[in-house]
């Protein structure tokens, strides 16, 4: 899919929250690639080879997500996990190398040990918890919840994290 590319290639932290919620988008329509057509692709403005193209996208999602049984929320693709495991490996070397980063991690470290405690200690990663964060305040906004000032104080911490680890990521991906 075009985003998905877009996405992949401009900010991996980006494409990350963008899969999961396409996961959660084809496990909402039970994995019906018809219901997905109607009710998503349906209303795209694109032209019809566009959607055509963006529906195999879909259905490619959906038969891997079913290859790997992830039919449960809150589970991810393995190239996703494989992911944000590189993105936390990174997340180390970028501690130790790079003070800008480090200051920026540190502003967000009390929002990240807070997430930690929540999780009961089944999510203890860094990254996962940014990423898992951040998607947690679009599911929220999506779902017309409230969000309350330490949320989107946490929200943003990660978000400067994230953006400038996958700018970093980029940019030692893409040879600069």
């Given at each position: 899919m075009l985003i998905a590319e877009k996405k992949r290639k401009e900010s991996i932290s980006e494409y990350i929250i963008f899969m999961y919620q396409t996961e959660d988008l084809i496990r909402a329509y039970n994995f019906d690639m018809g219901e997905i057509y109607k009710y998503v692709i349906q209303h795209f403005p694109v032209e019809d080879e566009k959607k055509t193209r963006?529906?195999?996208?879909?259905?490619?999602?959906?038969?891997?997500?079913?290859?790997?049984?992830?039919?449960?929320?809150?589970?991810?693709?393995?190239?996703?996990?494989?992911?944000?495991?590189?993105?936390?490996?990174?997340?180390?070397?970028?501690?130790?190398?790079?003070?800008?980063?480090?200051?920026?991690?540190?502003?967000?470290?009390?929002?990240?040990?807070?997430?930690?405690?929540?999780?009961?200690?089944?999510?203890?990663?860094?990254?996962?918890?940014?990423?898992?964060?951040?998607?947690?305040?679009?599911?929220?906004?999506?779902?017309g919840k409230p969000v309350d000032d330490t949320?989107?104080?946490?929200?943003?911490a990660f978000g400067d994290v994230l953006s400038y680890l996958s700018y970093k990521y980029q940019k030692r991906t893409n040879g600069h």
């Amino acid at each position: 899919m075009l985003i998905a590319e877009k996405k992949r290639k401009e900010s991996i932290s980006e494409y990350i929250i963008f899969m999961y919620q396409t996961e959660d988008l084809i496990r909402a329509y039970n994995f019906d690639m018809g219901e997905i057509y109607k009710y998503v692709i349906q209303h795209f403005p694109v032209e019809d080879e566009k959607k055509t193209r963006i529906k195999a996208w879909y259905r490619k999602i959906a038969n891997q997500m079913k290859k790997e049984g992830l039919v449960k929320n809150g589970q991810h693709l393995e190239e996703l996990n494989n992911l944000a495991k590189e993105l936390s490996q990174f997340n180390l070397e970028l501690l130790k190398s790079d003070q800008a980063y480090r200051k920026i991690f540190d502003q967000a470290k009390l929002h990240i040990n807070r997430n930690a405690a929540q999780s009961n200690g089944q999510i203890s990663n860094p990254v996962q918890i940014c990423l898992n964060g951040i998607y947690g305040l679009l599911l929220l906004r999506l779902n017309g919840k409230p969000v309350d000032d330490t949320i989107k104080q946490g929200t943003l911490a990660f978000g400067d994290v994230l953006s400038y680890l996958s700018y970093k990521y980029q940019k030692r991906t893409n040879g600069h």
